[in-house]
């Protein structure tokens, strides 16, 4: 199959995504740009599921009027990666609320966002 | 039987129901929540009870009413069933010791522990790989969740670590689903198994980046630095609930997931397992914080259960049995340790001395940390045993030296703890409360791991006669919870037992077997008599009545052995027993570590040879006949083993403080009566290599020298000591140098050697030790110079030591010679002319130590506050007595012991025996006869005596300082008392003997360790980037070894 | 700097890690036997047109039931952890430094939220016949939520009523599903309701009943997260 | 043999070798007075010496042990002379040495050292203390190439019966051990000398600088009995090297000569060589005779 | 293949926007752009056929996260007032 086809392209796309949210997350000292490098870390996944859900020249996976019972098995992409990311999107929201709230508290603690300044505990 | 999907429709629905709870229900939801996990837990006991004693099948739940792969379903086998169990039980103990936390945190928090519980039950029931990554979410935000139940700054940032750590690692994991659901079309997990995922780069990757991932969840070395900080900061009720029922949790799903990978990946687990069971043990050793050294110790164990998963294809059947021991013992011990770090809040390990004021949770913290290190009865030791016996078989011994090694290591720092808390001094010791929800927990823990070991013992092999054991074992658990009794009664009712335990055993030996009767005999009937002298003490002398009977019973044992784990379990609770005795002497902390430290060591060498023994020839103790395969190195290990407990030189550093800061009545149990198992197992040993081994066997040819050389360096460094409990102690390794060099020998004189002196030892080093203690406890000090002129205090205790050093010495008439006697002729005939040569001069210097010791105490100048101090008390006159006769029957009548025990070594040295000729015993070389001997001078001395006493009874006796003192009267006793340094002039000319080099190099390896450990946890910079940045490297490093 | 380029190394060694996983990608020319399951299965199985929502509340309901667990928990979880005493919570403080809000935020804000509202809730009732459900419907509920907070910084939120929405929703998912596996096939079966005409709203069994619920629930949680975070603290020793 | 008359031989073997030694002893003092040209004590001297002391009627006592002391020395040098066979191939002068071998005698030694050194140390002098102290140190020492010389000749004749030593040396002076076996002959002899307690290897009794050392606080009855042992101790330990390495004896007489020549050996020495301290000579004896030991073994290994 | 050059743009933009969202100093910006990320990355998902996808990413991942970002963001701002 040729490389320059949609689903490549999103995955190449999610996998450089999740390249950049490691970078940030390791290089980064700002708490909140740790919490953005997550967030894109999710969203690069997320691209990459959908993109091994597609299947060449699909639809959604969804029967109605546009896509019939009858052949809707070679018409749709793969529902059960797009469930997945459902899941995943809604968990990533979760983990990085739940990040920000500890960030919040942090901050409120030494009044600075660099993760230099938390290394209390060490050895 | 409930359906497992209801753990999670019923902890759900009360869990969201709490909802409906008004505002001032905190309490009330808390109650709730503790019942819905007790429904857990009952439903999970249900399972478990229907798998174990129902033979109910693995059972299949299939969710949505469609079968795999196209809905998420649950498995519940045996495995299962164990698992949730226990987490359902301990999530039940941990809510109870959380209780007032959860009430105070609020019902959000109650709600946030039910859904922590009901998610580790899933991880371990589902059967979908999807599933399984969602739940292991649902289990981390709960965690980050609990985590702020302690809300400071460190366990804030320490949870702000702990996001980033499991966001990096659940990522990987979600990757690595959906590539596999890519590559085999399923998110089943069998169809993972099913599909070979290896096929194909990609797959592999994927299955790489799941396995990846579920090994760092579970916190490997050293991408762990989050957990660790994590263990430290958070509330221990917290922390146990992580590494106890998290880990479970999560190490179940990796044993769930492992069998999709090749048996390379099996053995990549078992490295990494391994890697993390000895780095993190290793790191401990710094560590005084004693969470973050629960961490350590906790990341450190769950290493090696994650190595144990990964040897799953050679262990064979015992896999499960082994898994589940030492997870249980981690499972059980952890919980408490961390719980027991909640009651005492304490920041640094030296403040659990403040544990000694409830003695109840320090016999709890004892137990823990028994169980981790892995002694008996604790399942620890049964399934660490096992382990080492199946990996032998395996061929895997260099994995028995890792285990081994890391098991050392946790070592060191558990027992520094244990014996902090059992004696460090420490005049600050601040309060703490107890509260009941918080023992409860603690207490069903420490039972439960009795229980288990008790139950472990089932399942490994060799164990059908452990009865034997575990009746005396019971007998202790008696005493035990007598304790509160006086002294009085608990040591009537231990020399009662010591009694009927001897009386049961010692007369069927004497039929079957000698040798195991001699030693039997000298263990028990010295047990009893050492008792004795216990009568001394007044009030309840808590505690040493267990400790002193778990010694003798592992001494019991160890003559009762017949396999080599009846060996070994009696082998470790005697040095159980007896760690706990020598820790229970004054300033003893230090030497009760190092004994424990040479101990474990020791006993780990005897472990591993037995281990590659076993894989040999079976488990019996004959088993270390006619080993095919690497004998020399077995036997040598076995020796090295040995010697730890004989304290040759080298192994010898532990002896002279624990010996000498033991309690009066304990040196003698330690000194004359324990030294001798080393020497027992060395003659096991022995008698397994054979005779025929003897002439081109090196291993019994450098013992033989390391005996000799024992013998010179321990004689002369008692003779320049002035604590008289440490010169018996070195005494004892030049003693032991003397026994180790006679067996050496292996012939029949050499055996006979060694037998006299291991017997007269035994007479000689008890009545020393037991008088000498029993003037320490009068003066209250073990310095010979300031003591002197005791004679006239104290004639009982004099008479006894001069016996004693008579013995000791070698000096015709009393039994000591009949040991040098036998020596010389063995000597010259085995042709060992040089080692025997300095054995003959270790013997000499041995009458430096005997004059010092008994000229300093009991002659020259009596010291002005010992003029009213009264003799030694009656309770250790009589042992000593009853042991003076013992020396005087074997010295009169040799040929009665001596015969028997030709007799004995006649079917493996039938050469070169002893001749007798009614009381005369004759050799190749020479004759000698103890009888005539004992009349010639007993009536020659006699006679001398009437003569000078017909000539000069009238002598006036004098006064103290009426001396030759140019006419002058002395000033004070201290300065005509001529004690200290007595011996400078020989010190000047041999002291470079006694250099203590061993010692410094044993300070100076145990500094390297702690160097060592203190700059490779130099890692953990406390930085949470550096700790993603750690992951990100373990993964690459994992990726590239593998691929 | 030397650091950031070591980092930098480490970063590529570990990007190389997925060059295998992409190059044995080579998309999808056909469907998995698994997604050809539920396809043809769509009318008899579940009943839904929308087969992502078949999947996502019937056959892998669990995950579902997990997510919403995930939501749950971490609305308790900061619920608890951002929570202020009754001592420090003090109402003067409350948004004080925020700007006004305009006058034309707060009209608009008056006739959207309805809309708003409504339109979550369609989509969610939806869920099992076009594209949405559950998670998008409560998430947009949540949206109209947010504008109000924006456009009345002192609206406050009955905490009761969220919280009761929330628990009822979640426990009735938790009954339904106990439900399934009680008198149906398996836990969150959704046979336990009859499947109607395929294609039609009041049908796929208790699929649009769940959806609702999850809906709902998941408009409360989020809203909760976000009330939570928008109260705010004073100094707080943590 | 019946008992009695075996005891009465002993009786008559132990009063020849007392007098003897008081003898021999007075002999290498005038030798050594000759020596550093004074005229020294009267041949008679010993025997006054000895019976003043036994009938002085002063005592004092220090205690039991004090007390017990010289009994203790003189059971050991008594002890040594039953257990040592005196003339070869005599019915009446072999003693009690069927009780034990040369290992037994090597180790009775101690008892009287030990007895005396008890004894001394309850006297309460300091002066006992460190002559003692001394004494073991040296001791000590001095065994070891003695210890050497004692396995070379059981390795050499493959007994260690002294009887059977002596009867092995039968045959004419070549056959002697000094002669056969030269080395552990020297290195014994070596260790003779600090048995002996002469100079260079007498700081144990000092006499210079603390009377006497050990048997400070002695007098009267008890210092007679333990010069009483002096005298049978010094026969005694020359006849057991005469017995090891010099043929022994077939008749008194011959007894008599190598005995005498054993200990003038020990006297000629302690003329010829200064003091040594005490980590002086214990270091002295862990050399040369240490190696001379180790050469006999290997000689005969 | 109009779906795919469209992919590629799409995909460059969001790269584009992700590496402002990590790089930007100023950090308001770089939340909006995170949360454009999201955006366009909805968009992707209704090219490969994903509507539910799409919207939820829009719904949450965009919109949601972005609020509750600027919630904190908000509070430290003020914090520091």
Known sequence: MSYFSLEYIAMITGFLLIVLGIWAILTYKNLLKIVIGFSLFDTGINIIIVSIAYVKNSTAPIIDSAVSLKDAVNKIADPVPQALVLTSIVIGLGVTALMLAYVLKLYQDKKTLDIESFTDLKW | MISPIHIISISLGVAFAIGFLGKNSNKLSAVIMLLTIGILTFISAQWAQAFYFGNQETVQIFTAGYKPPFSINLQIGVSESIIILLINSIGLLGGIYLFDTLVKTGKNAVVVYLIFIMSLNQVVLTQDIFNLFVFLEIQSIATAGLIVLERNRNSISSGFKYMIATGIISSLLLIGIVFGYYFTGSLNIADFIQANMMLSKGGAVALFLILASLLLELKPFPANGWALDVYESIKPGTSAMLSAASASAVLFALYKVLPAGNPQTFEIVLGFGLITFVGSNLLGIKQTNPQRLLGYSSVGQIGLIVAILGMKPFLGEKFTFIAIAIFISHFLAKAGLFWLSGIIKADNIRDWANLRKKPFLLVLFGTFVFTLIGFPPFPSFFGKWELIMQLSQSGYWYLVGVILLGSFFEGIYLFKWLGYAIKLDNVNLPEFNINWKKIIPVAIVGVLTYLAGYYSSFFTTGTEHFEKFFVPLFFIAILYFLDFLPNFVKNIIAIAGMSYYGYILLPGLYETDLLRFIFGAIFIVGGVLTLIAGFTYKGQRKGFHPAALMMFAGLGGIIQASNMIEFFFSWEMMTLGSYILIIRGKKSMPHGLSYMLFSLAGAYLILAAFGFTFSQNGISLEALKGLAFAPNLIYGLLAVGFMTKTASLGLHIWLPGAHAEAESDVSPMVSAILLKAGVFGLIILFLSMGAEAAGQNSILYLLGWLGAITALVGNTAASFQEDAKKLLAYSSIGQLGYILFAFSIMTHLGWLAGFTYSINHFLFKAVLFLAIGAVVLRLKTHNMYEMGGLIKRMPFAFIAVLIGIITLSGVPPLSGFAGKWLFYNAVIEKGWYFQGTIVFFAGTIAFLYSFRLIHSIFLGQLKDNHRTVKDISIWFIIPIYTLIIGIMIFSARPDLILKPIGNFLMPYFPTDALSWTDTMAKTRLGYWDGTWVMIIIGIMFSLIFAWLFILSRKATKVEQFNIAYSGERPERPETTHMAHNIYAGFNKAVGFIVTPNISKFWASASENLDGAAGYFRRIYNGNGQTYALHIIIYTLAMYLMIF | MLKKGLILAILIGFSLMFIPLIQNFHGNDKLSDLAKYYTENAEHGAGAANIVTAIVITYRGLDTLGEVVILFLTASVIGFFLKISKSEKDETLRFSKLRKTSELLETATKALVPTIFMFGVYIFINGHLTPGGGFQGGAVIATGFVLMLLANPQFKVNHKVIEYIESLSGFSFAILGALGAIIGLGFLDNKILPLGTFGELLSAGIIPVIYSFIGLKVGAELSGIVETLSENQSEIEI | ?301 | ?81
């Open chain 4, 1 to 301: 043999m019946d008992i009695i008359n075996k005891l009465l031989f002993v009786l008559l073997g132990l009063f020849i070798i007392l007098n003897f030694g008081l003898f021999m002893g007075v002999s290498m003092r005038k030798i050594v007075a000759r020596v550093a040209r004074r005229n020294g004590v009267p041949f008679y001297q010993p025997w006054l010496d000895l019976i003043k002391l036994y009938g002085t009627r002063d005592q004092i006592s220090h205690g039991i042990m004090f007390y017990l002391g010289p009994v203790f020395r003189l059971s050991g040098g008594v002890g040594i002379f039953l257990f040592m066979p005196l003339i070869f191939g005599s019915q009446y002068f072999n003693n009690f040495s069927f009780a034990g071998d040369l290992v037994l005698i090597l180790y009775f030694q101690f008892f009287g050292m030990l007895g005396m050194a008890l004894g001394a140390g309850e006297g309460g002098h300091p002066y006992s203390a460190i002559g003692i102290s001394r004494g073991l140190s040296q001791f000590t020492t001095i065994e070891v190439p003695m210890t050497l010389a004692v396995i070379s000749l059981g390795i050499q004749y493959n007994t260690l019966s002294i009887s059977e030593i002596v009867a092995a040396q039968q045959g004419g002076f070549q056959n002697w051990t000094v002669f056969t076996n030269p080395f552990a002959t020297a290195a014994a002899m070596l260790s003779l000398l600090g048995a002996f307690g002469h100079s260079p290897f007498n700081l144990v009794k000092a006499p210079n600088e603390i009377p006497i050392g050990p048997p400070t606080e002695y007098h009267s009855t008890f210092l007679g009995v333990l010069q009483t042992n002096a005298a049978i101790l010094h026969v005694i330990e020359a006849v057991l090297f005469m017995n090891l390495f010099f043929g022994g004896a077939v008749n008194w007489f011959e007894l008599m000569l190598k005995s005498f020549l054993i200990y003038f050996w020990s006297v000629f020495v302690g003329v010829v060589f200064p003091r040594y301290r005490i980590e002086q000579s214990v270091q002295w004896f862990l050399k040369v005779p240490l190696l001379l030991g180790v050469i006999a073994i290997i000689i005969y290994m």
């Open chain 5, 1 to 81: 293949m109009l779906y795919t050059i469209s992919t590629l743009i799409l995909s460059l933009i969001v790269l584009v926007l992700a590496v402002i969202a990590i790089i930007h100093k100023n950090i308001t910006v770089a939340i909006i752009a995170m949360g454009t990320v999201g955006l366009f990355t909805s968009v992707i998902f209704l090219l490969l056929a994903a509507p539910d996808v799409a919207m939820t990413e829009a719904a949450i991942g965009s919109g949601l996260t972005t609020v509750i970002f600027f919630y904190v963001l908000n509070k430290i701002k003020n914090h520091d007032a």
